[in-house]
């Protein structure tokens, strides 16, 4: 039975490198897949992962039918056997709606990936629709992990190196970005509610004010 499957996550828990890894194994059984992704890091029609792999993926920019792209293609003598779709969080809902119909009236497999909620614990309305109308949402097995070593559920924004909750909902970036720039840190929701990133921590553990008084 095809599905839609979400698999979500924060930033960096290695969402990009299981698409490439499912896309390699089924490529090499012979099935041909069709890569869809939004704004991803490294450029337009871009699928990247950390550790270094980047394929070609159709950029679905906003507006874009997808179910007709395929329908499309298929019908110009195209193979699809299935869909990757990354960064999934940044397409409209109707997209979603899309490709739960590609699901069902095409029988594709549909694997989409995307980070749950934003920099300020909102969700995305295109995770939103993903949780709605997905047949299976997984959580990936490898933990990103907070600075505190808890398992990290939440991403925290930063610009400047100081952690924001205000700002437009998308701002591409990532996390290994300069503190002069704006980037990003996986947290655990404690940390996360405390805005207490690693770099914060670090210099508030510098600071004179937060050295042990002398009782003397
Ligand atoms: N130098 C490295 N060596 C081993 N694993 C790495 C390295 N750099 C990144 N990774 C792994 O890659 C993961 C990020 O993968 P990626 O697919 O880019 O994440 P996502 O798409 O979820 O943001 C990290 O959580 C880590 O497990
Ligand atoms: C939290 C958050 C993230 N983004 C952007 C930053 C990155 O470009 C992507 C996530 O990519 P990844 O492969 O999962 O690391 O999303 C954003 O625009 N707004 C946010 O709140």
Known sequence: MPELVFFSGTMDCGKSTLALQIAHNR???????????????AGEGKLSSRLGLVTE???????????AYVVDRVSQGGRVDYLIVDE????????????????????????????TTDFRTKLFPGSRR???????VETLQVEALCWCGARATHNARTVGGE???????????????????????????????????SGSVHAGALSPDVLPVASD
Do not use: K, W
């Open 27 to 41: 490529s090499a059984r012979g099935l041909q897949g069709l890569n869809f992704t939004r704004d991803d890091r």
């Open 57 to 67: 993926a159709v950029e679905a920019v906003q507006g874009m039918n997808l179910y």
């Open 88 to 115: 999934a969080q940044f397409l409209e809902p109707v997209q979603i709606d899309q490709l739960a119909r590609i699901v069902d009236d095409l029988g594709l497999d549909v694997f989409s990936f995307g980070i």
């Open 130 to 136: 993903l949780f709605e109308l997905a047949d299976r």
């Open 163 to 197: 952690m924001v909750v205000e700002g437009a909902q998308v701002v591409v970036g990532d996390v290994s970005s300069p503190a002069a720039e704006v980037g990003y840190e996986v947290l655990c929701r404690r940390h996360h509610r405390r805005r207490m990133t």
